[in-house]
C-alpha cells in the first residue's frame, strides 16, 4: 500500500492503566489510512519491533519522575541501534501514568523522550489545536493520573481521548515523512 505506515506501542504496565492509554494510541494510528500497528508489553518488545516501525511509541508508569525501570533496561538496551544511528528519522512519541494529578509526569515524559531525541528521531508532541489536549496533554507527550478513581476509571475517557488524539498525530506525521521519502 502506497504510503503504509507501521507502527509500534511499546509499554510497561503494573495495574493495567498504561496499557489502557497504549490501546488507545494504537486505536487513534488505526483512523490514519494505511497505518498498521503493533502493541507490545516492554518484557516482549524488541529490537526488531523498532527497525520495523516508522512510528514508535513508549510507554511507562511514572516512578519518582521517571520511566520504571523496566522500561528503562528496554531503551538502555537501544544503544546498540544508537551506534549505527537505526532509529534516526523514526517518528517517536511517548505517554506516561501516575497516581497523582500531575505526579512529577513531565519528568517521565522527559525521561522517554531524550533518549529518542538521541537516536535522531523525529519527536512529535499534541496538536496545540487538539481539544482532547485540554486535559493532560502536555504538548510533548501524554500524561494520565489515577488518582480518586476506581479501577475500572483509570485512565478517565478525557485521557484516553488525548491518548487517540497522539496516536492520529504521531501516525500523520509519519505518513507525510513516508510519502516524501517515496518522491522522486
Known sequence: MENAV????????????????????????????GTTVQVVS????????????????????????????????????????????????????????????HGDQEYALWSLLIPMLQHGMVVVGLDPREPANDKFGYHFGVGASSLGREADERPDTEELAVARAMGRRAASVAKELTRGRERP
Open 42 to 101: 516492554v518484557r516482549d518488545a524488541s529490537h526488531e519491533d523498532l527497525l520495523e516501525a516508522d512510528v514508535i511509541f513508549w510507554g511507562s508508569p511514572n516512578h519518582f519522575g521517571n520511566m520504571s525501570v523496566a522500561m528503562k533496561r528496554f531503551v538502555d538496551g537501544t544503544v546498540v541501534l544508537f551506534a549505527e544511528g537505526k532509529l534516526a528519522g523514526k517518528v517517536g512519541s511517548v505517554f506516561s501514568c501516575s497516581e497523582a494529578l
Open 6 to 33: 507501521k507502527a509500534v506501542v511499546v509499554y510497561h504496565s503494573q495495574f493495567g492503566h498504561t496499557e489502557k492509554l497504549a490501546n488507545a494510541i494504537a486505536e487513534g494510528a488505526r483512523e490514519v489510512e
